[in-house]
């Protein structure tokens, strides 16, 4: 059993950065890839960065250069770390992971909400 919790989010001004968090727990089941998803209000849920075991990473174009994703080894923690954000980056935050590239994402966080103010 995989277990996530999300942490770091918060209100922030547009330009500022924020660092999201992903703790997991439950590190005898192999994991392939980790992600971050977000969600803003009367929207779909959208997959904002992946990364995989071998450390090969993947981002949605909107936040390509202002977002990096880190980490996620068996035993460490998950990271965004998110630099001149924008108002359309407000939503919530959500930490994923699954077990193969054939799988859906098996294992969800919580989600951390995160607000930018204009």
């Known amino acids: 059993q995989v277990t996530l919790v999300e942490s770091g989010g918060g209100l922030v001004q547009a330009g500022g950065s924020l660092t999201l968090t992903c703790k997991r727990t439950?590190?005898?089941?192999?994991?392939?890839?980790m992600a971050w998803y977000r969600q803003a209000p009367g929207k779909q849920r959208e997959l904002v960065a992946t990364?995989?075991?071998?450390?090969?990473?993947n981002y949605v174009d909107s936040v390509k250069g202002r977002f990096t994703i880190s980490g996620g080894s068996p035993g460490n923690t998950l990271y965004l770390q998110m630099n001149n954000l924008k108002p359309e980056d407000t939503a919530v935050y959500y930490c994923?992971?699954?077990?193969?590239?054939?799988?859906?994402?098996?294992?969800w966080g919580q989600g951390t909400q995160v607000t930018v103010s204009s």
């Open positions: 439950g590190v005898a089941v192999r994991i392939n890839t």
């Open positions: 994923a992971a699954r077990r193969s590239m054939a799988e859906e994402y098996n294992y």
């Open positions: 990364i995989s075991s071998v450390g090969s990473t």
